[in-house]
């Protein structure tokens, strides 16, 4: 199914596309884990940044679903899914091969609808009769060996996604692990994108639990393997940069976590690069990535070099015909202005966001602005410094 080359989630979408039509199980379902996963390791070092400035997380528009918003599907993914095609029967089911995978194919189909009203415990039941189901298949050679295995590796992935947002870290590195096996045992090499991108999943969910090791060693392994393979091949394809691009703002993130900060800056500015290359300038993942590299700019008091990052993102989100984080903009770059007293303009810029906030029904920014706001207001009624 189609999706917008200028969506981050185009990327993700083209790297999961190319390991279901490898594994030769039906894509119905993507999951949001590697765009979502940076929001998790954000600091929480710079309780006054995040007082002050809109994290970008708050208002990247995802939905958040416990600890981890993994498995939203998009609507129209729901389109596809119908209640009909699910129930029906068919009375030549034991003479067709076609009809055993159907079987399997019904029970996937279940669980993520089940998934998708976040009836947890329903959809693991589906996918565990959808296991069972192609096992008792295999064993009695309705299927072949590949064919279970390829969906096995489908049903894993998508069951590990669902522990790691419900929270389940244990259960859903196990999961992860045996769906890269299953990759692997279909014929995928090391270094393919699909390997990658669930390496980035699991060096997510390592940041998480605070395994730093494994987590740095997972994200530059990512980042040093698509940065070869855009080396050996400058026009190699989208799915490629696109992975890198994700793997570097994560790796950003993770960095300013633990305040390395020219590291982190030093990323992002990476990021920014292959972002351009890979999703175009005038893109909402553009203005994630310069929201990113702001915060940083911001952390380290260089309030100049912070407002120059944000008014470009600023003048592409105008350049946008829908923006979800041009409130977030304005505030924070209210909040700059606010910094180096310049009352007057931090007031317009922070009125300007609270407006644009209630329009967006964004809750949390229409706070951000309003606290900006009382800052500007307290800071014109303070005796001035002598």
């Avoid at 947890?120 to 279970?148: G, R, W």
């Avoid at 389940?168 to 393919?192: R, V």
């Avoid at 008014?311 to 829908?322: F, N, P, T, Y």
Wanted: glycine content about 4%; aromatic content about 8%.
């Amino acid at each position: 199914m189609a999706a917008s080359m200028r969506h981050v989630f185009r990327v993700v979408k083209a790297c999961s596309d190319k390991f279901y039509k490898h594994t030769g199980f039906v894509n119905t379902y993507r999951t949001k884990v590697i765009t979502e996963c940076p929001r998790l390791i954000l600091s929480r070092n710079y309780p006054s940044f995040a007082n002050r400035f809109i994290p970008l997380w708050k208002v990247s528009g995802f939905a958040a679903v416990g600890m981890w918003s993994f498995f939203t599907v998009k609507k129209e993914e729901e389109d596809v899914i119908k209640k009909e095609e699910i129930v029906e029967a068919d009375e030549d089911h034991d003479k067709n091969p076609e009809k055993h995978r159907t079987d399997i194919e019904r029970y996937v189909k279940l669980a993520k609808m089940a998934q998708m009203k976040k009836e947890f415990d329903e959809a693991d039941m589906y996918y565990h009769k959808a296991l069972k189901v192609a096992n008792n298949k295999l064993n009695n050679e309705q299927i072949s060996k590949k064919f279970s295995t390829q969906a096995r590796t489908y049903i894993h992935d998508a069951m590990a996604d669902m522990a790691l947002s419900r929270g389940q870290f244990d259960k859903a590195e196990a999961l992860y692990k045996d769906t890269l096996k299953g990759y692997l045992e279909t014929g995928g090499s090391k270094t393919d994108n699909a390997v990658m991108e669930l390496t980035l999943k699991l060096s997510s969910l390592y940041a998480i639990v605070r395994k730093d090791h494994e987590a740095r060693l997972g994200l530059t392994t990512v980042i040093d393997c698509q940065e070869e393979k855009i080396k050996t091949n400058p026009k190699a394809d989208i799915d490629t940069y696109g992975l890198l691009g994700i793997a570097l703002q994560t790796y950003g993130r993770y960095l300013l976590h633990h305040n390395e900060l020219e590291k982190a800056e030093a990323t992002f500015g990476r990021c920014e690069e292959v972002c351009s290359h890979a999703v175009g300038e005038n893109s909402s993942q553009m203005l994630k990535v310069l929201n990113d590299l702001a915060a940083v700019q911001i952390i380290q008091t260089r309030y100049a070099q912070a407002e120059v990052t944000l008014q470009k993102a600023l003048v592409i989100s105008q350049a946008m015909e829908s923006c979800d984080t041009v409130h977030a903009i304005y505030s924070n770059l209210g909040a700059i202005s606010l910094k180096l007293s310049q009352f007057d303009i931090a007031e317009s810029r922070c009125s300007t966001a609270l407006k644009l906030a209630k329009q967006a029904g964004d809750d949390f920014a229409q706070k951000q602005a309003k606290h900006c706001l009382d800052k500007v207001k307290e800071a014109r009624q303070s005796p001035p410094v002598q």
